[in-house]
């Protein structure tokens, strides 16, 4: 065995000697390549210094630093992409030749824009499913007799892009859509009576709205009307309006997830209410907080959120009907013993119990239908 590795040892002497005597022995004689600019169809190289000796590059006179790699690649030198508002698309240009590169626009990376109202409307009406449109500016909007109406496409997404929206005359911004999104920025409103309105509506006579609000700032509330509606990360500030800062209109179901919501003279959260469910005006509240009162109608749910006044069962007259609706609120289990403030009813005689998944349940009744097992 000891000879053996003797052997081995003895054939690997040579090797080890050679490479030592390289190291010590290439003396490099050095010589300064400049460096060449890549253009659009050339390679270019960076300053270095090459061993005519043992045939290595460094990255300085001294031979301190050996590099592997002294090419740069040919490239265009493209610029920031620019929009073409007139084709609706994207480009960038290099600098070097005439080369230009086209993007279509639609999408979160490269959004079709809009510059005022005309060409917001235009560019939302001609534009396909799961388009992303985005303000690059702030707008001037004017509401006829009742709104400027926005139906975006399928799947889409109106983003303001942190501008402000302002709202003239006495209409409202009106949005609609099937699984779309209305997001970061402000709407605000130059309303001529400026103590009523809203500043934003959500949904109208069309079917299947389902509109998601993030990231939004206004100044006046929103009317929900035939359409599901999810808040997230909102601050409405309905203050020195008449209404609401969220109203669940007919056919509607409003769900609050965080943000912050001031309410207006009369309540903070409203919602309408008939005989017919189809009708009424659905609120889920999950989190945020509310500034005012919030009015439970139909059926309001509370899973969550902060409150600073008080919350009113209020049973409803429905337009054609001559007897109010009884009002509903559910608070859930795991809340209601975090849910601080009171619970009144107006009009009809309140009662108070659980349900069987052991939610909190208050209920008006024009008779007493229900034992109070609380």
Same mark, same amino acid.
């Given at each position: 065995?000891? #000879? ?5 040892? &003895? ?15 290439? #003396?490099?004689?050095? &010589? ?9 169809? $050339? ?11 043992? !045939? ?5 006179? !001294? ?7 002294? +090419? ?9 992409? $620019? ?30 824009? %809009?510059?005022?109202?005309? $060409? ?9 499913? =799961?388009?992303?449109? =985005? ?13 400027? +109406? ?24 009106? +949005? ?24 934003? *509506? ?10 998601? +609000? ?7 509330? *929103? ?5 599901? %509606? ?17 109203? @669940? !209109? ?5 769900? &609050? ?63 054609? $009907? ?11 289990? !795991?809340? @209601?013993? =975090? ?14 119990? =659980? ?5 909190? &349940?208050?209920?008006?009744?024009? #008779? ?7």
């Amino acid at each position: 065995m000891k #000879k053996k590795l003797g052997i081995i040892f &003895v054939a690997l002497l040579p090797i080890v000697f050679s490479l030592c005597a390289c190291s010590r022995i290439c #003396k490099h004689k050095l &010589v300064k390549v400049n460096y060449t600019a890549e253009t659009c169809t $050339e390679d270019g190289n960076i300053e270095y210094w090459h061993c005519s000796l043992c !045939d290595k590059n460094f990255a300085d006179a !001294d031979a301190a630093e050996e590099i592997s790699s002294t +090419v740069i690649l040919a490239a265009h030198a493209y610029g920031d992409y $620019e929009y073409d508002f007139e084709n609706k698309r994207y480009f960038r240009s290099c600098s070097r030749c005439d080369d230009i590169v086209k993007t279509d626009a639609g999408n979160e990376q490269f959004p079709l824009l %809009a510059r005022d109202e005309t $060409e917001l409307t235009s560019v939302i009406q001609s534009a396909k499913a =799961k388009s992303h449109i =985005k303000l690059a500016n702030d707008i001037t909007v004017t509401a006829g007799e009742y709104e400027v +109406v926005l139906r975006l496409p399928d799947g889409g997404t109106l983003d303001l892009g942190g501008h402000t929206v302002t709202v003239k005359n006495n209409g409202g911004f009106l +949005v609609e859509g099937t699984d779309v999104t209305l997001q970061n920025g402000k709407v605000i409103t130059d309303f001529e009576t400026p103590n009523i309105g809203y500043a934003v *509506f959500l949904g109208d006579a069309v079917d299947d709205n389902r509109i998601t +609000v993030r990231n939004l700032d206004t100044k006046g509330g *929103f009317n929900v009307f035939n359409c599901e %509606a999810a808040f997230y990360d909102c601050n409405v500030d309905a203050t020195n309006r008449l209404y609401y800062a969220l109203w @669940a !209109d007919t056919h509607s179901t409003i769900t &609050v997830n965080s943000g912050v919501y001031r309410g207006g003279e009369i309540a903070c959260v409203h919602s309408t209410a008939s005989r017919e469910a189809d009708n009424s005006g659905y609120v889920i509240l999950n989190g945020g907080t509310f500034y005012g009162k919030i009015y439970a109608t139909f059926c309001t749910t509370i899973n969550g959120g902060n409150f600073d006044d008080s919350i009113v069962l209020t049973p409803y007259l429905y337009d054609g $009907e001559t007897e109010k609706t009884e009002a509903k609120l559910i608070v859930s289990k !795991d809340y @209601a013993s =975090k849910l601080n403030i009171t619970v009144t009813a107006t009009d009809y005689e309140m009662f108070d119990g =659980k349900d069987a998944n052991g939610n909190r &349940v208050y209920e008006t009744r024009k #008779k007493q239908t229900l034992t109070n097992n609380r």
